[in-house]
């Protein structure tokens, strides 16, 4: 089965870091790009970062300059850095696996919560 983990969310105040990991099983990973959502509460979610499988990285506007999403092909993982987090930033932060051909394979995780307040 597949399987999307996310950690390394938590508490911090603004102006601060958190790294998130997204370990993925049951998939063949060089055939997925990788990306990061967020759901805040009463909001959609929202794609904030994604990576193919050569490394090419996307940003939505708001976390650009701020968060760099990187792949580890050889340890199925995906990281989101984040840094000089806002507390606009606050959301359950979600990793997302889209297989590069097949439609139907897109997964989510289960999320990791990511509070910034002061």
């Known amino acids: 089965q597949v399987q999307l983990v996310e950690s390394g969310g938590g508490l911090v105040q603004p102006g601060e870091s958190l790294r998130l990991s997204c370990a993925a099983s049951g998939i063949i990973f060089g055939a997925y790009s990788m990306g990061w959502g967020r759901q805040a509460p009463g909001k959609q979610r929202e794609l904030v970062a994604t990576?193919?499988?050569?490394?090419?990285?996307n940003y939505t506007d708001s976390v650009k300059g701020r968060f760099t999403i990187s792949r580890d092909n050889a340890k199925n993982t995906v990281y989101l850095q984040m840094n000089s987090l806002k507390p606009e930033d606050t959301a359950v932060y979600y990793c997302?696996?889209?297989?590069?051909?097949?439609?139907?394979?897109?997964?989510w995780g289960q999320g990791t919560q990511v509070t910034v307040s002061s």
């Open positions: 990576i193919t499988s050569g490394g090419l990285t």
């Open positions: 997302n696996a889209k297989h590069i051909v097949s439609l139907r394979r897109d997964y």
